[in-house]
């Protein structure tokens, strides 16, 4: 490649003015050398459009997904962020400057940021800082899995798990309580769908018969909340083994005190920001799902995934958290609580802190 080519093309692209770039001048250049000069223009391009120059591609995306679970469920319209190499070729300023055909030619020589795949035919724009942080987090988030599923007491004496201790008591002394003023959703599978259940029974499980759950253990009945019904239906009623129930019985709740919550939602680090937060909020340590085929056959969770979330949940109350506020891989439009139940509190009562206002059908019938 011709030195004048190279220092002209550096020139065009710092000016973001690819269109004085001939055909002739990118005949000049070979791919080889060209490539860095390439990467540097789609990384710019890609920058202006989606404000990063990160990306997954369409080998990568399901892996991906699998291990930064969290992620795509607190962003949920990540999913569908998918953009065709060919419509990212169109709607940026590449096309001035390279024919279609040895635009595609170069990504397959560049390959994906991530994989390194070529062939490419999608990407997935996702923030920088974020890249960084899976890679940096990787080692230590298997180990404190795997050390979890061995031995869940011993979780505590991990490095890892201390730092996120240390993180949630810097969160916690920060926090101040809030007045949740909007309407909370819980709901029940019917039995008999012409019987209604109680107030007393659309409340929290008893500690009795209490199971484990995400964030409480055996014996500890917390309160499980959605802020739609759209959002209680989909975690009470979602089975990857057939369809919704055609009906279950909705309360409408009301809390009554402001409460300090621990947020697990806050991925752009609105409100804080932390490294080990945002990878935590991000991993499936926190956003797992266990085995459907057990839980729907209504025997006992696959409980191994939960281990760690219980774990956040007795360090939150540990520190003085109410609840935890989660996001919800069933709905979109609105998000999870649970409200811890303290049992050395012996002033500890349901009834101040919240109320059901209504009991209902959901969805509800043309008559109802």
Same mark, same amino acid.
């Given at each position: 490649?011709?030195?004048?080519?190279?220092?002209? &093309?550096?020139?065009?692209?710092?000016?973001?003015?690819?269109?004085?770039?001939?055909?002739?001048?990118?005949? !000049?250049?070979?791919?080889?050398?060209?490539?860095?000069?390439?990467?540097?223009?789609?990384?710019? *391009?890609?920058?202006?459009?989606? #404000?990063?120059?990160?990306?997954?591609?369409?080998?990568?995306?399901?892996?991906?997904?699998?291990?930064?679970?969290?992620?795509?469920?607190?962003?949920?319209?990540?999913? !569908?962020?998918?953009?065709?190499?060919?419509?990212?070729y169109y709607q940026s300023s590449l096309y001035e400057l390279y024919k279609e055909d040895d635009f595609d030619i170069f990504v397959d020589m560049m390959g994906c940021s991530r994989c390194e795949?070529?062939?490419?035919?999608?990407?997935?724009?996702?923030?920088?800082?974020?890249?960084?942080?899976?890679?940096?987090?990787?080692?230590?988030?298997?180990?404190?899995?795997?050390?979890?599923?061995?031995?869940?007491?011993?979780?505590?004496?991990?490095?890892?798990?201390?730092?996120?201790?240390?993180? &949630?008591?810097?969160?916690? *002394?920060?926090?101040?309580?809030?007045?949740?003023?909007?309407?909370?959703?819980?709901?029940?599978? &019917?039995?008999? !769908?012409?019987?209604?259940?109680?107030?007393?029974?659309?409340?929290?499980?008893?500690?009795?018969?209490?199971?484990?759950?995400?964030?409480?253990?055996?014996?500890?009945?917390? &309160?499980?909340?959605?802020?739609?019904?759209?959002?209680?239906?989909?975690?009470?009623?979602?089975?990857?083994?057939?369809?919704?129930?055609?009906?279950?019985?909705?309360?409408?709740?009301?809390?009554?005190?402001?409460? #300090?919550?621990?947020?697990?939602?806050?991925?752009?680090?609105?409100?804080?920001?932390?490294?080990?937060?945002?990878?935590?909020?991000?991993?499936?340590?926190?956003?797992?799902?266990?085995?459907?085929?057990?839980?729907?056959?209504?025997?006992?969770?696959?409980?191994?995934?939960?281990?760690?979330?219980?774990?956040?949940?007795?360090?939150?109350?540990?520190?003085?958290?109410?609840?935890?506020?989660?996001?919800?891989?069933?709905?979109?439009?609105?998000?999870?609580?649970?409200?811890?139940?303290?049992?050395?509190?012996?002033?500890?009562?349901?009834?101040?802190?919240?109320?059901?206002?209504?009991?209902?059908?959901?969805?509800?019938n043309d008559d109802d």
């Open positions: 490649m011709c030195g004048d080519c190279e220092k002209d &093309l550096d020139s065009l692209i710092e000016r973001d003015s690819y269109s004085d770039l001939s055909d002739e001048q990118l005949a !000049e250049l070979s791919r080889e050398s060209h490539l860095p000069s390439f990467k540097k223009s789609f990384l710019t *391009e890609l920058s202006k459009l989606f #404000k990063t120059s990160s990306f997954l591609c369409n080998h990568c995306i399901d892996d991906f997904l699998k291990k930064w679970d969290g992620f795509a469920i607190i962003n949920s319209e990540f999913k !569908e962020s998918e953009i065709s190499l060919s419509s990212f795949n070529g062939d490419i035919t999608s990407i997935w724009p996702y923030p920088n800082n974020l890249d960084v942080l899976f890679d940096l987090y990787d080692d230590e988030l298997k180990a404190v899995a795997k050390l979890a599923e061995k031995c869940p007491f011993a979780i505590l004496t991990d490095d890892f798990a201390s730092k996120i201790y240390s993180m &949630l008591k810097q969160l916690s *002394e920060k926090s101040t309580n809030l007045c949740l003023d909007f309407k909370f959703y819980r709901c029940r599978n &019917l039995d008999d !769908e012409a019987v209604l259940f109680s107030r007393q029974d659309m409340g929290p499980v008893p500690d009795e018969k209490a199971q484990e759950n995400r964030f409480n253990h055996t014996g500890y009945g917390y &309160l499980y909340l959605a802020t739609t019904e759209d959002v209680s239906f989909g975690e009470v009623t979602y089975s990857s083994n057939g369809p919704r129930k055609k009906q279950v019985c909705m309360a409408e709740i009301r809390l009554l005190k402001s409460l #300090k919550i621990l947020d697990l939602t806050d991925v752009q680090g609105n409100n804080h920001k932390d490294d080990t937060y945002q990878m935590l909020i991000c991993s499936p340590l926190v956003y797992n799902h266990p085995d459907n085929k057990n839980k729907f056959q209504n025997k006992m969770y696959a409980t191994k995934e939960y281990i760690f979330t219980r774990f956040i949940a007795d360090c939150a109350l540990s520190l003085g958290f109410d609840g935890i506020k989660y996001a919800s891989r069933f709905g979109r439009s609105g998000d999870n609580f649970v409200i811890f139940k303290d049992k050395t509190n012996k002033q500890f009562k349901w009834d101040e802190i919240f109320i059901i206002d209504d009991i209902y059908r959901y969805p509800k």
